[in-house]
């Protein structure tokens, strides 16, 4: 217990206090971008870029140790992952507008098949003696022992860009993800706010990588807006509240996991994020589920006594 | 090709619109006169709302000129308002009544720009006008359809357009709202403005509206209510023999 009250405040080592604050920054981030992610009902795609960008994570790594790298640079495979994502988006994309197939045929068939050819890719690259020690595997499910100074500013910086972004754009996003074609004839590119809100998406799951894994980081951008939706009717606050949700979370989640040895960070973050959509869904005053039935068992009571 | 009129608020030349290997809309011309309300009337899937999303830009078209007061939409794109389906949204989006009718402020107040005082003041007006000031601090939800048709109306009053392009603005809507609706539009009217509705309800066409534009894939007639909404016109455009119900027309077989 002393070992979470130090991680909590920050007092569990360097180390573990890199990725709280990492952790956080993400869930911020993560909480914000996801709620125009779900507002547009884009979960799904989101999940099947996230596993898409696999293949581009190993390719970095072995173009970069071809070249005569070590192959670790974190910017590197990053940018890997990102152009293999949005090859795996558009890809999606290219499906549903071309053939009959619906979005969730193609999203399953394009998740399969980047993450299949990754998850090849990987075993092949273990078998070398520099794949054993790159440990590339840690992008599957994040892993937070070799967080570096440098992996935390990186969270930070683009978490804080993914922020300003979404504040920026907040009405075209909104006004897209509430009504498309209204929204096109004001004369806002709807392709180009779509590609921006899956960008958001993307650029989440890039920086959150590293910590929480590619497996797991859509219930970063998904459990945070449904769970701000419990509490409010407007989706500028939902943007906020669910970041609030999302930062409050990670940095609980980071704290937990460092309060015990080889407790998995991503995982434990996911739960907690759980546990504060559990809450909500319960104890929301308008539109949680606990409220709501205590209303109807007055109401049904009044009725009876009326009757 | 003849040049398409600076007078009218809507012209269009030839506009054909496909969808996969089916013409949606096929080689159509329209002419809709100002400061009056038209009807565009066709049976289900005859492409009235295709028609109208092609003209807006909404769905690409394939061939064809559209021509906005004379401009082209993207120029005009300022003096043009749309009502959508109602259906077409999920109305269990976080918004309230007052934030969807300031959706048709955000072109006016920039990307960044706030909605000023004066814009909100601007919005409850729209919202009164349509009957729904009460309702402004709702959550669109819990609105009834004739409601949700009255919001969007009111998005579209806010933007302070000079034609106004309805789909379907009488589908599953109570009479009262029916009622209203109607209002607005002869007070657009009476203010200089011009309507073009998707209407389904032969029977109102000819106590609401004052052209009508009828189509089916191709166009079948067009012009004055009194001359172009027959019922010869209305079999060239429905087809069969049927004589549409309650329409106070009865077709020349029938009459025979």
Redesign the interface.
């Known amino acids: 217990m002393t070992q979470f009250w130090d991680a909590l405040t920050l007092q569990a080592g360097y180390n573990a206090a890199l990725v709280a604050l990492g952790a956080a920054m993400l869930g911020l981030a993560a909480g914000a971008a996801g709620s125009f992610v779900t507002?547009r009902?884009r979960a799904l795609v989101s999940d099947a870029t996230a596993h898409s960008s696999l293949p581009g994570i190993v390719l970095a790594f072995m173009l970069m140790v071809a070249m005569g790298g070590e192959g670790r640079a974190l910017f590197g495979l990053l940018t890997g992952a990102a152009l293999s994502g949005l090859t795996g988006l558009l890809v999606i994309s290219w499906i549903t507008r071309r053939t009959r197939l619906a979005e969730d045929a193609a999203m399953g068939a394009v998740l399969g098949t980047f993450f299949g050819l990754g998850i090849v890719l990987l075993t092949v690259v273990q078998n070398m003696r520099a794949g054993r020690q790159a440990g590339l595997e840690e992008f599957l499910l994040g892993a937070t022992a070799g967080m570096l100074r440098e992996d935390a500013i990186l969270i930070a910086l683009g978490g804080a860009m993914v922020l300003g972004v979404c504040w920026?754009?907040r009405?075209?996003m909104t006004?897209v993800?509430?009504?498309a074609?209204?929204a096109?004839?004001?004369?806002y590119n709807t392709r180009a706010i779509d590609l921006l809100i899956m960008g958001l998406a993307m650029a989440v799951t890039v920086i959150g990588l590293k910590l929480v894994g590619l497996v797991l980081i859509v219930a970063l951008l998904i459990i945070p807006p449904v769970a701000a939706?419990f509490w409010?009717?407007?989706?500028a606050?939902?943007v906020w509240i669910a970041g609030g949700i999302g930062g409050a979370g990670a940095y609980l989640g980071a704290a937990i996991s460092a309060s015990a040895p080889n407790l998995p960070t991503g995982p434990i973050i996911v739960l907690v994020l759980t546990a504060g959509f559990t809450l909500s869904m319960l104890l929301a005053p308008a539109r949680g589920t606990l409220w709501a039935a205590l209303r109807h068992a007055r109401m049904r009571r009044r009725l009876q006594r009326g009757a | 090709m003849t040049a398409l009129p600076a007078h009218s608020p809507l012209a269009v030349r030839g506009l054909s619109v496909t969808y996969g290997d089916k013409p949606a809309v096929e080689d159509v011309d329209a002419t809709f006169p100002a400061a009056a309300l038209s009807a565009i009337i066709g049976p289900n899937g005859a492409g009235k709302s295709t028609f109208l999303k092609a003209c807006l830009g909404v769905v690409p078209r394939l061939s064809g000129e559209v021509a906005i007061f004379g401009q082209t939409f993207e120029d005009a794109r300022a003096r043009v308002a749309y009502v959508p389906q109602r259906a077409s949204v999920d109305w269990d989006f976080p918004a309230t009544v007052l934030d969807v009718v300031q959706m048709g402020q955000y072109r006016r107040a920039g990307l960044w720009g706030r909605l000023s005082g004066a814009a909100r003041v601007q919005a409850l007006a729209c919202l009164d006008r349509v009957g729904m000031t009460d309702f402004a601090k709702r959550q669109i939800g819990q609105l009834s359809g004739g409601q949700q048709q009255r919001v969007f109306l009111a998005r579209a009053l806010a933007q302070e357009a000079d034609l106004y392009l309805l789909d379907e603005p009488f589908a599953g809507v109570d009479a009262a709202t029916e009622r209203a609706i109607v209002e607005v539009l002869r007070s657009l009217r009476a203010a200089g403005k011009s309507v073009i509705a998707v209407h389904h309800d032969l029977a109102t066409v000819a106590e609401y509206f004052d052209h009508v534009f009828l189509i089916n894939v191709t166009r079948r007639a067009e012009g004055p209510v009194a001359t172009a909404f027959t019922a010869e016109t209305l079999h060239a455009t429905y087809g069969g023999r049927l004589a549409p119900m309650g329409t106070g027309l009865r077709s020349q077989e029938a009459a025979e």
Do not use: I
Request: charged content about 25%.
């Open positions: 507002l009902k920026a754009m009405r075209p006004l993800a509430f009504d074609p209204y096109a004839t004001l004369g939706r409010t009717e407007s989706a606050r939902m």
